[in-house]
Each structure stands twice: as C-alpha cells, then as structure tokens.
C-alpha cells in the first residue's frame, strides 16, 4: 500500500478513494482498489508503463488500470421476462450505467419493441430443444470480441462451459431466489412450498456450475402465508432488477474483485 | 365465518380479532382465528359444551378454544450459546411471554447461574455421545406431561424421533441460517465460504427431518466481505434472538397454525 | 361482524377474504373488508339492495360495495422526475395495477415520447410562477368528474385547497423523504446534511396541510457517509418507485381505509 | 496515504485495515483511519514520537495513535426501562465490547440487582425535579476523570451544557425514533398518532441541542395499524438495543469520526 500510493504520488496522481482488503493480514492476499485523478492527462501513460517494474513485479501483483470514463461494452441475454431488461436500460439510459449498452439477444421476440425505443439492436436468436450448439454458435459470433459484459437479465437457457470459454468476458447473471437457497428451476414455485417468510434475488458471476458462481450482491423481500407463486413472482421481481442493476454497476465501476470463490466488492 | 360469528355472538362474545385464510377460495381449507371478549366469564363453558354439535360438527371442523390468560408451560434446552436463552428469559421477566417457564434443561453447566438469577429450576442433563438415548429419556422425565411447548434455544443435540413422539409437546427450534439454506452444522462457516451477503435465523417447529419443519419466522442481516466467522455468530446472534423471540410469542398467543407442512401466521 | 357475514352467506356469497380492525374493541371504530365470490352474478344487485336496510342502517355503517374487476380511472401527474411515471405505467402494463391509466399530465414535455409508448394520452399544462390558478383551473377541466384517482409520481407543484375540494377523486403522493423526517422542499439534501445513515420514502393521501395527509407505505434504504446528494437521489429513487406501486395497488384493490388521519391497510 | 502508509511501512508496521474519506477529493477534508500491526512492540514509541515532525505537521493533520488492545472505561447511564442497559452488559460479558464498564448510575433503584449480577458498580443518583443541577454535580463527581465514553442508555433526564462541557467525554445517546422525526419526548406516542408504517431508533453523539448531535447508527422495524403504543414500545425496544451497541462497538473500536456535524463510520 505504501508502495502503491508513493508511486502513485510521485506521479502527479490525486488518490480519491482507497479500499482494502486481506484475505488474511498475516500471509493472505491483498486486494486494493484505488481511484486517483490526473492533473495532466499525458501522466497517465507513465504510471501505466512503469507500474510493473516499479510496483507490480516487486510484489509480485496482479494489477490493471482503467481509466474511469471509459466505457464498457455490455450486451444483455434475456428470455420472455422483461422487468429486469428494462430496468437495465433506463438506468442506462438515466446515466445510472456507465457503459454502452450494444445489443440484446433474445430467444424470443416478445421484447423487441421495447428494446428499439432505447436504439439498441435487438437480435432474435431462438434456441431449438435439439439445436442449443447451433444457438450457441450465432451468439459467439455477434458476442466474442466485441463485449465487455454479458449480462443474463432473466436469460432462461443454461450455457454451455464452452460457450462461457469462448465468449470471452465475465458473465453476470440474475437468479431469483437467496442463494444457495433454491438453486435452479421454479425458485418461486420451491419457495412457496417450503413456506419460507422471506424471498430474494441474487446477482453471481456464471461458472459452469448452475447457480454456484460468486455472489455479487444480494437482496431479500418479506412475504407471508397470502402470497402465491405468482405474488411471489412479483414481489421478487422489484428486488431482482434492483440487485441486478447494483451488481452491474458495481462491476461497471470496478468495483468487484473475485477472491476464493466469492467477491470482494469496495 | 358466518356460522361461527354468529354463534359467538348469539352467547354474548365481542368478538375483537379475527383473521381467516383459505388454501384455496373453492374447495380449500378454511383457516380462521378468533379472539373475543366475554362480560360474563361463565357464558365460556356455554360456549365450548356448545360449539362442537352447534357448528364444529356440521362443517367438519378441527377446533380449539383456549382462556387468552391461560399461561402454558413452557421447557428451554440450550447447549453452551446462552444468548437466546437468556432473550427468552429477560422477555419472559418483562412479560412479553405470557407463560410459565417451568424448566431449563442443558446439556453443558454454562448456563446455570443465570438461569438461576430468574429463578427459573436448571436440570443439567449431559448427553455422552454414546449414550444420548439414556439422555434423552432422562430429558423425557422432565418434561412429558408436564409441559406445553418445548423451545429449543441452541440446543445443539439431534432429538431422536421417538423423543419427539413421546415428549407430547410442539418444540419450536432457532437454526442459525436462513432456511432452506445451510441446514445441517455450522451454517456461518457455510454461509462464509459460499460468500453470501445476507445471512439470517429461522424459527420453525421440530420435524423429525433436520431443519426441515414448518417455518414460523425468518429475519436476515446484511454482511460483507470484511466479517469472518464469528462476525457473521456474532451479527447472526442479534437476528437470532428476535426471530427465536417473534415465533415463542406468536405461538404463545396461538396466532400459528400448520397447514401443509407450512404455517400461517395470523 | 355476523351480521355480515350472515347477510352474504344467505345471499350465496362465499367470503373468500376477510379483514377487521377495532380502534378500540371497546366501544371505538370498527372497520371491516371483505372479498367475496357469487356464483350468480345477478345476485350482486340483491345484496346491493338490501345491504343497507338489512345491515347498514342497523348498526349505523358506512359502507360501500365494489365488483372487483370494474377498472378505476387513473390518472397521473408529473414533473421532470420520470421514475415513478415510468415504474406505474411498466406495472399497469404487466397488469400489476387493475385500473384504466387515462391520462398523464405534465408542467413539463419530458415524459411525453415515454408515455406514448404506452399509449395513453398526454397533456402538457405547463405552471407559470404568476398564473398557478389557470394551470389548475386547466387540469381540473381535464380531471374533474373523469377520474376516480390521481396519483402524484413526483409532481413537484403544490395544489391548492381549492383544487383538492373540487378535483372530486383522492390524490396519492409520493414523497422522497421517510416522513414526518424531511418534510417539504429538497429532502435527499436536507438528510445529507443531517447525516442520517438510511433514507426513505413516503406514498400518502394528500390533505391541505404539505406532506401530512394520511400515509400508505413507506419503505427505507440504508446510506453512508460516502453517498452525496446525487447517490441518495439514485437510492431512493428505487423506493419510491416501490412504495408507489405498492400504495397505487393497494388503493386500487380497496385495501386502504382511512382512520382519525391514519390508514388500515388490510 | 503515502506519507503515511510511507512512514509505517518504513518502521515495521504491517498495515491491517485502511479507510479514507474526503469530503471532496479536490481540497475537502481528508479522513483517514489505519489499522497496523507491529512485530516489536517497542517500536510503537517511535512511532508515536515520531509522526508529528515526521508527518502530521507536514500536511497539518489531527491525528492519533491509539493501540487496540488498550480499554476504554466506560459508564453508563440510565433510567427505568433496562433494556438496553442489560443488552450492553451482556455483550460486555460476551466479549462483543473490548472495554472496562466502570459504573452504571441511574436516577431510579430499579436496575441495581440486575447490574450487580454483572460485577458492575451500581450508583443511585435521583434528580428531583427542582435539584437537577445538584444531582448534575454528584454524577459530574463521580464521572469526571475517570471515563472515556458515557453512554446514556435510555436515561430520560436532560443533561445541561454545563454538564456535557465539563464530563470530559464524549456521550453517546439512543434516541427511540428515527431521528430527525420525533426528536424529543414520546416518540412511540408520536410515531403513533403519525401513523408511520415503520419507527425505528438512532444512536447518536450528544450535544447541547437536543436530539440533534452526529447520528452513528440508525435502524428500523416495519410496524402496522394494529400495533398501539406499546407495541411499538416492544418491537422498537429490540431495534434501539441493537443500534446503542452497534454504534458504542464501532465508537470503542475508533471507527467513528465526526465531521462537519456528521459521523463517518469506518
């Protein structure tokens, strides 16, 4: 930390905000996040050109910088539930999001028109119960190189592991129950049976494993004896789109480190 | 609804709270309870000699009626973590509860002295590990006959089957997580790794499947990254108390009832 | 009570939702709704009919019978904050709200585009600061005697006494401030400043008197010392976008009475 | 951040834990709270002597070091309800409270056997009404020079500015609503005549404007219709003892810093 904020220092840089963490403060790692401002503009090629010999390679640091307005490219995956696709785009559209939001895919058309009211291409990609490689395929190929982001806003297709190795960036996706409670199919429908008294959402990174990905963020909604699947539906359906669009942000803002299976956000 | 307000009526009941549910508007089970006021305390056993043959019978149901100033029995066993028992016990002193607390029974001496300064008898009952059926039937001398509601306040020893057909009395357990997630042992450590950012308490009626029973109350507590283990004992702690607390009282007032392997809370 | 649940029951309803309150079991208000399901629907007049000679009159009620699937007139008034418009007119479309939304009026042209989206009419009735009066005297040509309810999603222009008496329909207001805390102009700058550490928002019914009529819902969202006036806007802008939808519906579905400047909520 | 982090690491202490704040990054106040570590304990002296002319004239900074393991005293201050006053010694017991509770000293006897089953020293100083300046002067005798933190745990006498300058330590009040709505007396009563749908409970500094010190912590409970005054009494009671010691832990841990009438809670 004191190597990182001198060297930072001496360059010109203004750090704004600091966070830290050890996973264990004898021997764990060490995640740091900083946000610095640039006087001069020009600066900013030195501290990136002399960050791994003069810091990095030291420590032996897993390190990057970005420049804060940059802007991601995101591309949101949806089926026939549009609450949380729309919410995404109005917060991009408020500027809630910082990003470029450069396609949605869907397999179905139901939200099509919505997504033209926000000028954001709109691609129709069924996915056939014997042709999902063939769907795959078509998505790699408007996705891979060109996305920053893949965001699965209540996408209800399971992906491949080759296709989240190929697709070549993170992938966040919204699961409407409190994980790891009722991973997997009908959480509402497996929520009401078990008679639980409160509902959540969670927003995770996508590993292979269904639903078992690193928790970004969650958030949980009180119900009760007189809610029905289809209360519960909507009930959680306002805490998925909230906790769906903190996690993007959060990760548009750099703000999630994965550590050990589990997130770290600042 | 109208048979049974009418007949209270008819003998004189002001009736001051009711609240009903059906599992299902046409065919489902009705549900409802009743509180009333009586002038005349005599016109009760009119009331009840009256009610199975005057509407009970013709609508072929399962009823109760029950003094709201009839205190119940009420048995605690705990382990060695004291905090929900003594929650219980000072809400007891401050007559939140409308009980007797007849007994405290531990498998550990940790507790005595203040269980002590209520003034409430302590029965130290350990439990080898190779003899917890000795145990349990010490535990079933205590209690069987002699109680009306068995709450386990982090009592960490699995109740056998037989123990819970023969203690003749519900038992509402406190299990550290929000179920159903992290059933079983050690729900922070669990909640920990799996890095989930909310954890919570459940309050539910002992089934003999573990943590499986009829939920009665639930409650959640933000966390991060930064709580270790016994951060997330020590914030789950305070949740654990008041949802331990809410489900005792509502049970107390008969405000629970099962339907289904789920309960409404009225 | 039996009354009316025997008055409905000889008459072939079948109460499917019942709800009561006593301000005092002894003597105070006691206010009553029920649901319920006739299988013939003609009988609907007959209960209608003799509901206030049969029952009403005799016990001095106030009373009214509503069908539930009759569609009230909605209509919405705005300013520049589109979230709350947007989040009402996305629910009523996903047939979260039972109502006819039959106009949004506006002192401002931002939201018109969204609104047509979504096919209800807009109309622009831009407030000059010296001629309020014709500004209301216009929405009341537009509103009075059409609309069964006005919702205020952050209409950030005071109504007048006048107004209200004439507009012939109850007004619901959303406010971004947990009241009575915040009361009045700029709330989000007004809780920076005091350093509170959870923000919220208020949906009332609104009387004469500025942000004190009768409260629907409230809901809160914690903040820190790291969010400025912009991000506790962001934040609580998703609460009242919730505690508006969730009052909306409510009053829609005949669930809010209003009691001594207090609602039930049943 | 690098001069200090610098000047650490340069004599040996490993940096634990680190947060900051600017009020505005370009010229604002700089907040900066460092947790370190030390092999050898005899460096902390160094440290100590040397951060003045090493650091803090440098850049003009208040500052303090202070070690972890030293313990605050602390007294506390009470009146009749002895809720939170037993919560805070029972976390005390359990560890949750790194410091030594001196004395408790309440204007009633009510609380005494309660804490003199703690080991705490119990001093009965009553305020008649026309003597409150005199009792100010018993307690000011026997606080004043021998504690580090005062914490009024619903003690219900106002303290004078007298008083509050010259106790010597800083005071830290719960106040049972969710300030800055009903500061002052009978918040439940007031909170209920409202007709809030949630109360809550705020811990704060004490200053000599009533109710209106830096807020630590704050929290909530989801109240009803149905719950009266005492209702809200209970369900807040839970609330306020569980915000008092979430902000005494954070005081007693250095993590609480006022600024500009604010806290910043580390």
Chains 1, 2, 3, 4 share one sequence.
Request: charged residues 25%; aromatic residues 8%.
């Amino acid at each position: 930390m004191a190597a990182v904020s001198s060297f930072l220092f001496e360059r010109g840089a203004n750090i704004v905000a600091s966070d830290q963490y050890s996973t264990d403060p004898f021997g764990g790692s060490f995640l740091l996040r900083m946000e610095f401002h640039l006087e001069d503009d020009a600066a900013l090629e030195g501290i990136r050109a002399g960050f791994g010999t003069g810091v990095g390679e030291r420590f032996g640091m897993d390190w990057r910088i970005r420049r804060a307005d940059e802007r991601q490219r995101v591309a949101i995956l949806v089926s026939r539930e549009e609450h949380c696709l729309l919410d995404l785009l109005w917060r991009w559209r408020r500027a809630e999001l910082h990003a470029d939001i450069t396609q949605v895919i869907s397999n179905h058309r139901d939200a099509e028109a919505d997504v033209a009211a926000f000028g954001v291409p709109f691609r129709h990609v069924p996915v056939a119960p014997d042709a999902k490689p063939r769907a795959e395929e078509e998505m790699l190929g408007l996705l891979a190189g060109s996305v920053d982001l893949v965001v699965l806003a209540r996408y209800m297709q399971i992906l491949s592991g080759d296709f989240l190795a190929r697709v070549g960036a993170p992938l966040i996706n919204i699961h409407h129950s409190f994980l790891p409670a009722f991973a997997g199919a009908q959480p509402y429908q497996r929520a009401r049976e078990r008679g639980v008294k409160i509902i959540g959402a969670t927003a995770h990174y996508v590993t292979e494993e269904l639903d078992a990905g690193p928790i970004i963020e969650q958030d949980v909604v009180r119900v009760s004896h007189r809610d029905g699947v289809d209360a519960l539906a909507r009930l959680g359906g306002d805490i998925e789109r909230v906790v769906l669009g903190r996690a993007v942000r959060w990760h548009l803002e750099d703000r999630v480190l994965i550590e050990g299976g589990r997130t770290v956000v600042f």
